[in-house]
């Protein structure tokens, strides 16, 4: 066998391998919005393509008692809270740890890696049992006030990328008697802006597509988060044999992320290379 | 890292300022979180009548209840799929997309798709797709004639589960490995053809070891992330009454303190998985001195 034909042969079987793990990926997708669209007569039927087609279901989300607008709404304002405490308090801290010079830097900063590694469930029950205190529990503040106390991931991915922005840029700025808190609002945050927005990205996506923390905080439909109604839904519709309804419910619920995925993909691969490598 | 700026006069203030929010955190966040649900997993505690002091009580009965027992088991034989099976994965699909080919863009999005969305629509799929009567799995494996699988019966669940959570996570996977990938420089791949060194060869003797970092870290993040599954737990196995067919310790966490108010138990359950998770990353950790190469 020559080069060439082994070359071929070998780009062949190589798309071969990734078409069939495209559509094995890509499948659920286009069940969910083939179902989404057929009628509910038709919701079992094995066809991708909907015959007839119609837009019943979307309109029963909006119309039913399922007050579909209000969990969207409140996975909105939850997971925009959580970006903006986020930002805020963990590009102050990557800040410090990447520029200022302080007794305990490294300490605290391994520190502070290592609650990476402390599975969240821990820390779960204290905090829901101080919050019921508080009378917040059935409220969203829980679910939003913790991000404006900083976090181990956001502080290192930020720290990571603030250490590449050169030095000299600094002492410049230093020798211009630019204050601390002018180099960070002028030289650290607009240099740093990939980073923010990978950061951002990552803890919209946490934030909306949580799970655990809404079961806990706003256990009860309609006062709670999409992904908390959705599966509140699921029991309901399912046992009335509307899996259509669910389906278009489950289409609009990742929507706005799959559209900040398309608009901002280099961001979120960029995020993930730079929490992954430098270490 | 000996490097940085002094804060002079006032600036220690906004120093202060700054890192406030993360020092509250990790001392109430973190450290208090911990302390205080080792405090509560030896009491017995409802939340509706005071605690009563209960010693290792809740920890003993732990080892004596089949239902955590169950549980403890379901985790480890996830976590023994799922790792390996992620890792795997997203390294072969790294590999296939790390050759020079067309695409790979289109092909990149969509393979992170999955990644991206929330478990809880997805799983609502796969739902239908796992349906013993009306899924699209049973009426294929029907059309080849074979017979229906129960794909979420409790023998099969946990197995039906951890497919579905390895979609999920080779997306992620893959864009670890692509960036380590990457970083090999091509020359060594040259180098070794001029060799006459095969394709095989190629991969054991330079792939793989320059991609021990990457596979130390995914290897990691998975283990980290198995210990934790919840969202298709519990969006697939739910039955009758809040119970799961195939339970693992997250969602028996969940259910003895939300469900049976049990929080002393479950804070003991928080404890011992938090030490599995810490003495596993040791473990790694250990590993990590012997087998991972860093240029």
């Known amino acids: 066998m020559t080069k060439t034909t082994q070359k071929i042969l070998l780009d062949l079987v190589t798309y071969v391998l990734l078409i069939a793990g495209a559509v094995t990926m890509l499948a659920p997708f286009l069940w969910m919005v083939a179902t989404s669209f057929k009628l509910p007569a038709d919701q079992f039927t094995h066809t991708l393509i909907p015959n007839p087609a119609t837009l019943d279901n979307f309109r029963k989300l909006f119309s039913f008692d399922l007050n579909f607008p209000r969990l969207f709404l409140n996975s909105t304002i939850i997971s925009l809270l959580t970006v903006v405490g986020q930002l805020l308090t963990c590009a102050m801290a990557a800040f410090c740890f990447a520029v200022v010079k302080f007794r305990g830097r490294n300490l605290l900063f391994t520190f502070l890696l290592v609650t990476l590694m402390i599975p969240e469930q821990v820390t779960l029950i204290p905090n829901f049992i101080i919050f019921k205190y508080l009378h917040l529990v059935g409220t969203s503040v829980p679910l939003w006030l913790p991000a404006f106390w900083g976090g181990a991931f956001g502080t290192f991915l930020l720290r990571q990328y603030f250490l590449t922005i050169p030095r000299e840029l600094l002492d410049a700025a230093r020798v211009d008697g630019a204050s601390l808190w002018q180099i960070f609002w002028r030289i650290y945050l607009p240099l740093g802006k990939p980073a923010l927005a990978a950061l951002s990205i990552f803890t919209f996506q946490g934030a909306w597509n949580d799970l655990l923390h809404p079961l806990v905080y706003m256990p009860t439909v309609p006062n709670t988060t999409l992904t908390v109604g959705l599966a509140f839904f699921q029991t309901q519709l399912t046992q009335g044999g509307r899996f259509t309804v669910l389906m278009a419910g489950a289409l609009i619920s990742i929507l706005p992320l799959v559209l900040v995925f398309f608009f901002a993909q280099k961001q979120f691969i960029e995020g993930i290379s730079l929490s992954g490598l430098k270490r | ?295």
């Open chain 2, 1 to 295: 890292m000996e490097y940085g700026l002094k804060p002079l006069g006032r600036e220690k203030f906004w120093f202060w300022v700054m890192l406030t929010p993360t020092l509250i955190g990790l001392t109430f966040g973190a450290l208090g979180s911990i302390l205080a649900t080792l405090g509560l997993s030896l009491t017995h505690w409802d939340l509706l009548t005071p605690p009563t002091w209960a010693g290792l009580n809740n920890y003993i009965a732990l080892f004596k209840n089949p239902a955590y027992l169950k549980a403890l088991t379901n985790t480890f034989e996830f976590s023994v799929m799922y790792v390996p099976g992620v890792v795997i994965i997203s390294l072969f699909v790294a590999v296939l997309m790390n050759r020079k080919i067309h695409g790979i863009s289109i092909f990149r999005t969509i393979y992170f798709l999955p990644a991206v969305t929330s478990a809880v629509a997805t799983a609502l799929v796969w739902n239908m797709i796992y349906g013993r009567d009306t899924g699209i799995l049973n009426f294929i494996l029907n059309r080849i004639g074979q017979p229906s699988v129960c794909w979420l019966c409790t023998k099969n669940a946990l197995m039906s589960v951890v497919v579905v959570n390895i979609w999920g996570a080779i997306g992620e996977g893959m864009i670890i490995f692509l960036a380590g990938l990457t970083a090999i420089p091509r020359e060594y791949y040259e180098a070794a053809t001029i060799d006459g060194a095969g394709l095989f060869n190629q991969f054991f003797s330079i792939t793989l070891p320059l991609v021990t970092p990457s596979i130390f870290f995914q290897t990691l993040m998975s283990t980290i992330n198995a210990f934790q599954a919840y969202d298709y737990i519990y969006m697939m196995t739910r039955q009758g009454q809040g119970d799961s067919s195939v339970p693992v310790v997250v969602f028996s966490i969940y259910r003895n303190a939300w469900n049976f108010f049990n929080y002393g138990g479950a804070s003991a359950q928080a404890i011992e998985l938090a030490v599995l998770v810490i003495l596993l990353m040791a473990f790694y950790f250990w590993l990590e001195r012997r087998y991972v190469v860093y240029e």
